[in-house]
């Protein structure tokens, strides 16, 4: 079956202990990508990568840092975690076919990360 | 900031039609237009993308104005499970995907 695996699901930490959330795909996906979903603000981009060993920064990078080692996987990390950093976080993965090509993306089921 | 305008909220009977709007007037020729859902908490749902010309799957059907400055999601038969937040979403390639504040759908039995 497709999918984007995230793990964990559920996280509570203390500040400043760092942290990694994993993801994983099985699709052979070039593009992935991290979301932080907050009430009010949306779904916002953390960081991308259109394949191995390339990734950028989206709309919300600070705090966070990836890396992209294997096409299939993804992991976000958290050096020094804040209570900002308290939200709903997604992987998505998809197909890279260049200007001009649609292509869908694929969803991890969240991770609920809390800091205290 | 997101290229699209959509209603905050809409109400559906179960089993009608969900027609969905969606505004787009600043859309470049390479832009598809791409429809996700997100249901409570989960992670978005890809629905259907569209160019040009009308599309269909199982989920839905994408209605684009000649234009291509608004379109309409259809769902055929709504469902309670149907009940989701809609994105509508103006893409060019693997340009990141721009969330805005979607359409809050509520099919009522």
């Known amino acids: 079956e497709a999918q984007v695996t995230q793990n964990p699901r559920y996280l509570i930490t203390v500040t400043g202990k760092k942290l990694t959330v994993t993801c994983s795909q099985n699709?052979?996906?070039?593009?992935m990508s991290w979301y932080r979903q907050d009430p009010g603000l949306g779904l916002r981009q953390i960081y991308y990568s259109m394949n191995v060993e390339v990734t950028d920064k989206g709309d919300v990078p600070e705090g966070y840092k990836v890396s992209r080692k294997e096409k299939r996987n993804f992991p976000l990390i958290l050096e020094s975690p804040s209570p900002n950093q308290t939200s709903l976080y997604f992987c998505?993965?998809?197909?890279?076919?260049?200007?001009?090509?649609?292509?869908?993306?694929?969803f991890g089921q969240g991770t609920r990360l809390t800091v205290v | 900031d997101a290229k699209t305008t959509q209603p905050p909220s809409m109400d559906c009977a179960e089993g009608r039609a969900a027609n969905l709007p969606c505004n787009h007037s600043?859309?470049?020729?390479?832009?598809?237009v791409y429809w996700y859902r997100q249901i409570h908490s989960q992670g978005p749902q890809y629905i259907i993308h569209?160019?040009?010309n009308n599309e269909t799957n199982e989920m839905a059907s994408l209605i684009i104005t000649e234009d291509r400055k608004s379109s309409t999601l259809i769902l055929p038969h709504a469902t309670l499970r149907d009940t989701a937040v809609y994105y509508c979403i103006v893409r060019a390639g693997n340009t990141p995907l721009v969330f805005g504040k979607g359409t809050r759908l509520s099919v009522i039995a």
């Open positions: 699709m052979n996906h070039e593009y």
């Open positions: 600043t859309i470049s020729g390479n832009e598809y």
């Open positions: 998505a993965s998809s197909l890279s076919r260049g200007r001009g090509w649609g292509t869908e993306a694929f």
């Open positions: 569209g160019l040009k």
